[in-house]
């Protein structure tokens, strides 16, 4: 996720977040289907760990952005 997105409404929200999970899904889900095929049960906590990681960043992505330009009390 390395351009920026204008969310104007929430359709742009919509396709945001699809195309956030595709991205993810296609990078992290991978790999941990692929532990869950060829790793032992630390490869496939650390593969778990990296897909929670990956849905963490995108939702702090968006609410930075959300959060942009709002003063804090």
Do not use: C, H, P, S
Not at 50 to 67: C, H, K, P, S
């Amino acid at each position: 996720m390395d351009e920026t997105t204008e969310i104007g409404n929430r359709g742009d929200f919509g396709l945001w977040a699809i195309e956030v999970a595709k991205q993810v899904v296609a990078d992290q889900g991978f790999e941990l289907a692929r532990a869950a095929r060829d790793g032992d049960d630390d490869d496939v906590r650390a593969a778990g760990n990296a897909l929670g990681q990956a849905i963490t960043n995108a939702l702090m992505e968006v609410y930075d952005g959300l959060m942009e330009g709002v003063e804090e009390d």
